[in-house]
Structures are given as C-alpha cells and as structure tokens.
C-alpha cells in the first residue's frame, strides 16, 4: 500500500493523478482462512483490522453480500458519543470514540473525524434528573460530560429556541469531545488498511449457508463456492437473525426500520450535534451545508430498508419548536436501513451455541459510533475465543441469565 | 402506507392509526418453567425476512386487539383475524400458500 500524504499529493499532480492504486483488492477467494467474516460494513471491517493488528491474524476473508459499507454503515447520521448510563456502554463506546479521535493517522485515511461537541437536550424536568445521574455515572465511569444550563447552550446552538410552548430547553447533557465523522471513510479506510495486510475483501458474494462438524463451524456457502475458516464471525447487522438461522441459533433480535434525512444545503449556523430525546429528534450539519436529521423507528418488522412517511412528518413537527428555522428549509433526500433491535437495546457480542462461530449484532439505531470499539472487542473474542473485558458483558446467553444492560431506559430511542 | 383492516370494525386502517404489538402466537411461560423457557418466551423471536404474524391494536379507532399476516420483506399484507384465535386461521395460510409457493409455517 502506497501511503497517503501531500507528498503523493504532489508526485500524482505532476503526472496527471494517472499513479493512485486501487484502495484494496478484489481478489479471487482462497479454498479456507483462519478467520472469516461475514458483513463488510464497518463493524466486521473493525474487526478483521484489529484481528491483524492486535493479534496478528492476517489470513482473514471479509465476505459481503453487496458493496463494502452499503449496509447501515452508509446509512447512519454519523453521530459519535459515549456518555451513556450503564458502565459497559460507557466502557466500549468510549473506547470506540478514543480510537476514532486518532483512526485517521493510524489508517492513513481522512476518516475526517470532527469532535465538534455534542448536546442531549434536557426539555423536561424528568429528563434534567436523568441527565444529571448521567454526568455523575460519566464521572465515574471516566467519560468527560457536564451538564450545562440553557444560557450555554444558547451560546453553543445560537438557532436555538429555547423557550419552546410544550417542551422548552433546560439545560443539557454535554460531551464536549463527541461529534461525527465520515461515515463512508470509515468503511474505505478500514477496508484499504485490511486490503494492505493481505486480507481478502469479498464483495457481492451473499453467504447462503454455515456449514459445522460435530458442532464447530468449518466454513460458508456463499455465491463463488464453499470456502472452509477456523473461526466464523457474524457481524451483518440487519440480518443477523437470517445467518444466525443458517448457523443453527435462534437470537433475540428483531429488525426494524430506522430513517434519517437532509435538507437542503445552507450556509454554516450549527457546529455542535443536538440530540433532543423527549421529541424523537437529532440534527448536525454536514460539512456540506446539509441539515441532518434522524428520528425514531417503525414499531413493526421490516426489511425493505425504507420507513414510514409519517415518522419524518413526526420527527420534524418536533423539531421545529427547538428549531424554528427549520420550518423554512427544504428537505433534499430521505434513506431508510434495516437495525436489529435486541430486547435491552444493547449489542450482542459473544459466543454462539455453534463452536468457533462468534457473534457481533443487536447495535439498534446507534451502531457507527461504536465502530472501531465493536471491531477491537470482536476481535478480541475471536483470536482469544474468550471474551475480553469490553465484551464480556454483552454476551448472547445475559438474556437466559438476566444481566440486562438496559440502554432503552436511559437513552430512549436516539440510542 | 401500510393499511391493515381491522377484523372488528371492518375498518381498512391506515398505520398512522393503529399501534404495532409485536409478534403473535408466542406461548405464555408461567411460574415454575425454565430459564430457558423464560427467555424464549421474553427475549427469542422469530423475526421472519418474510411471511410475519404479528399484534396490532386500533388504538384510534375501535381500541381493540387483533393479529395479521404481513410480509417483512415487501410489506404485503395477507390478511387480519381476532386476538383471540390461537393459531393462523386456514383461510389466511391458504392465500399465503398462494402467493408464497413453498412456505411453512416455522415451527
């Protein structure tokens, strides 16, 4: 792999940018890998890179069903935040957001990672009271937040109404270091650095089956043939509970629609994220001037990656109260993705009953944010196959045995 | 938009007025049954790229229960039926079998 800098910049621009290489390869499938990981979205790109890195496995095949980071990885707000309540959440989305604050020197890729701040709003008494017992858990947990009160926040978001008819703004809980980054960059920047250790990135190759021997896994069936591994990890997302139902497991997942959309592009007036939970609702800009806004999930089953109509109207009736100016600005484009809802709201990543078979889903709606974090704790648990400390509590079987770690309580939907 | 007649009020509602329930059918575990049992009945769903029995509620209309037979993969709808009915009612699998040669109910 050639490295990025301007000193490339420079020797392409002299020779009319005709040396710039693929960013990774499309190479033809081995009969077997030492590991192989199904989804090349960020999540499994993560790990397979952690896996070379952290614990030297190089012989590894990301498998993909259709584009690498075309699932929910293209398809998020870009939001990344770690002040959550429970402390594993805090544990490993804080250690994903510390890998995001220096992923772009260490894969030499501009995943333009922007800690512009971030603000929960606080718009009801309740939800002040839950905020404040956030900041206190954040303390002890070691993830910087503070809880400040309007006046700063109308310093922070001057677009701000503050004094709102039903839901006016109380203050907030504040991450000064969370932000966003280029969620597509994420995505190339693992694959090309995957790509440079030798790993094989197989696209538009749909895993059909999971094949095992005396309850271990031996390898997949996918569209260019059988390919045997050691160890299978499944890190797909939407559709995790259809590979699950291959290796022989039920889960407990189910999948939803979640939307998002962006206006039309404007000239800069918000450079903090504003997460507003009571209302279902949270907008950044974009460094192209966009307006982008998420909101809440369908409540019924769906593949079909779109979502209702009326949670946009839902979402946007909400947030004109906090943002009036909205109300003036066009809505550009609208994109739905499938996320796998698990009954605490919290992710999965552990062992499955199928031996040398590992597991990594149920992110819900709030996945791109514990990017690099999920791929180091996966590949942990890979190469070990034992969990390690930033997994451990997400196992499959916390279910059976009650060790809920409940993030739909503290976080609500924007989670 | 999803629009789900309710079996009651013989109403073909929009999805603006009814409330998703979850999936149907699930067998009720009661005291003395097994942590396994309890978490199959709680957590494990069957959650189905395809044909889905599911709980709705006409919160904004009639108020009441009933079930239906969607499709989650293109969200076709197979039909409604009574909250109280046990399983799938024939008429209702028949014109899944129609449209989707080859299904079966999983067990």
Known sequence: MRRYSVFAIAREALRWHQGWERAWASPEPRARYDAIIVGAGGHGLATAYYLGK?????????IEKG???GGNT?????IIRSNYLQ???AAIYEKARALYESLSQELNYNVMFSPRGLLMLAQTHHEVRGYLRTVHANALQGVQTEFIGPDRVRQLVPIIRLDGPRYPVLGALYQARGGTARHDAVAWGYARACSAMGMHILQNCP???VRSEGGRVTGVDTARGFIGCDKLGIVVAGHSGQLAEMAGFRLPVEAVALQALVSEPVKPCMDVVVMANTVHGYMSQSDKGEMVI???TDGFNNFTQRGSHQHIEETLRALIETFPMLSRLKMLRQWGGIVDMTGDRSPIIGKTPLGNCFINCGWGTGGFKAIPGS?????ELMARGEPGPLAAAFSLDRFREGRFIDESVAAGVAH | MLILTCPYCGIAAEETELAPGGEAHLKRSGPGSSDQAFEDYLFARTN????????WRHVYGCGRWFLAARCTATLEVFGTYPAQTPAPPEDILQKIRARRPGWERPA
């Open chain 1, 54 to 62: 952290n614990h030297g496995i190089t012989n590894v095949a990301v």
């Open chain 1, 67 to 69: 584009w690498l980071g």
């Open chain 1, 74 to 78: 293209g398809r998020n707000t870009t």
């Open chain 1, 87 to 89: 402390d594993p959440s």
């Open chain 1, 207 to 209: 895993v059909t089956g």
């Open chain 1, 294 to 296: 998420g909101g809440g």
């Open chain 1, 375 to 379: 791929g180091w704790a996966m590949a």
């Open chain 2, 48 to 55: 189905p790229k395809g044909v889905h029995f599911e709980r």
